[in-house]
């Protein structure tokens, strides 16, 4: 039952049993981007713990559910860029820039990529 299954990844990720509830969504017959939520959710958690890596891993994880979810991409450069990883958080933040041009959102986004563009090629 999807709903069963979705209602139980939801409770493990919030009792911050990550692995487990990402098993559970990835064993889905077909991938429902109705999961993807649920790995958003525990990717920003991670984020907010200040635990990057996790964040990155889980976000990667939660892509393969949902590709085209624009904030696994906000996600993702965001968390890049508070470790360094500059080219990474730059290809991060144009495909979110790709996926939604129009988002006002991520006017903070595009300025922080342009931001990193610019001290990347200061270096190069």
Not at 41 to 47: D, I, T, Y
Not at 68 to 95: C, H, M, Q, V, W
């Amino acid at each position: 039952n999807v709903g069963a299954r979705l209602r139980l990844a939801n409770l493990l990720s919030e009792k911050g049993e990550v692995a487990r509830a990402l098993a559970l969504l990835h064993q889905a017959p077909q991938k429902d981007k109705a999961f993807a939520g649920i790995a958003y959710n525990a990717a920003v958690r991670r984020f907010n713990q200040g635990d990057m890596r996790g964040a990155v891993d889980v976000a990667k994880r939660g892509l393969d559910l949902d590709p085209e979810l624009p904030a696994f991409y906000r996600l993702l450069g965001r968390a890049y860029a508070s470790t360094g990883e500059n080219d990474l958080a730059i290809e991060s933040f144009n495909k979110l820039l790709e996926l939604a041009p129009d988002d006002p959102e991520c006017e903070v986004d595009r300025k922080m990529r342009d931001s990193l563009q610019k001290r990347t090629k200061t270096r190069g």
